[in-house]
């Protein structure tokens, strides 16, 4: 915890600040709020909103902490690279965007929730996708497979083809969204996410057979 510097309680702090937001509307909330839906936006889980409204962002920010600390490990070795700027920037802004598009859900504000969940995954699928070559080894983010966790070669040119097909795959998510085809987006982002697992499967094999 002596490690921490003020950017690791930013990022937690910023994790809990849509509390202040769902306690202002907590009386206009539901009992239960939905926080699933399906590809045909229905719902498919809720929760108490009080675990909704108090409880994720609590639980989130826990999250973040511990990462953080993990962070600031890495870097104290000198194998941080850009992976503590994904870690206390984006997975918290990512948490906040989804959590009030989820309360704003829950009172009626937004009717289809397949445009805002593949417009926000598909936009920082383009975000993850520059930082993706630049990410040293870790067991937090990244394609984590056992060959690509024991080989410094097989990690960087995996992460360098994902650098291309995540990108590729936000920026054809966001085009696809916009034009109403989710599952086409779904189909995208699933395909930008397991296709560099494969890639570095097959890196390993081949490089093995050679």
């Given at each position: 915890?002596?490690?921490?510097?003020?950017?690791?309680?930013?990022?937690?702090?910023?994790?809990?600040?849509?509390?202040?937001?769902?306690?202002?509307?907590y009386?206009?909330?539901?009992?239960?709020?939905?926080?699933?839906?399906?590809?045909?936006?229905?719902?498919?889980?809720?929760?108490?909103?009080?675990?909704?409204?108090?409880?994720?962002?609590?639980?989130?920010?826990?999250?973040?902490?511990?990462?953080?600390?993990?962070?600031?490990?890495?870097?104290?070795?000198?194998?941080?690279?850009?992976?503590?700027?994904?870690?206390?920037?984006?997975?918290?802004?990512?948490?906040?965007?989804?959590?009030?598009a989820?309360?704003?859900?829950?009172?009626?504000?937004?009717?289809?929730?397949r445009?805002?969940?593949?417009?926000?995954?598909?936009?920082?699928?383009?975000?993850?996708?520059?930082?993706?070559?630049?990410?040293?080894?870790?067991?937090?983010?990244?394609?984590?497979?056992?060959?690509?966790?024991?080989?410094?070669?097989?990690?960087?040119?995996?992460?360098?083809?994902?650098?291309?097909?995540?990108?590729?795959?936000?920026?054809?998510?966001?085009?696809?969204?916009?034009?109403?085809?989710?599952?086409?987006?779904?189909?995208?982002?699933?395909?930008?996410v397991?296709?560099?697992?494969?890639?570095?499967?097959?890196?390993?094999?081949?490089?093995?057979?050679?």
């Amino acid at each position: 915890m002596k490690n921490l510097k003020m950017s690791d309680i930013i990022s937690v702090v910023l994790c809990l600040c849509t509390i202040v937001f769902g306690a202002a509307v907590y009386d206009r909330l539901p009992d239960r709020i939905v926080t699933s839906w399906s590809m045909t936006n229905g719902p498919t889980g809720t929760n108490p909103k009080a675990f909704v409204v108090f409880g994720m962002p609590i639980i989130f920010a826990v999250v973040i902490l511990l990462c953080c600390i993990y962070m600031r490990l890495l870097e104290k070795r000198g194998t941080g690279g850009k992976l503590p700027a994904v870690v206390r920037v984006l997975f918290p802004l990512l948490f906040i965007l989804v959590q009030l598009a989820i309360l704003l859900a829950a009172l009626g504000k937004l009717k289809d929730m397949r445009f805002i969940a593949c417009l926000l995954v598909s936009v920082f699928m383009v975000l993850f996708g520059n930082y993706m070559p630049k990410i040293r080894k870790n067991w937090i983010f990244g394609i984590r497979t056992p060959h690509t966790l024991a080989s410094e070669e097989i990690w960087y040119r995996t992460h360098r083809f994902a650098g291309f097909t995540v990108t590729f795959g936000g920026v054809a998510g966001v085009v696809t969204t916009l034009l109403g085809l989710y599952i086409t987006t779904f189909v995208i982002i699933m395909a930008a996410v397991f296709v560099p697992a494969i890639y570095g499967e097959a890196v390993y094999y081949l490089g093995k057979k050679e």
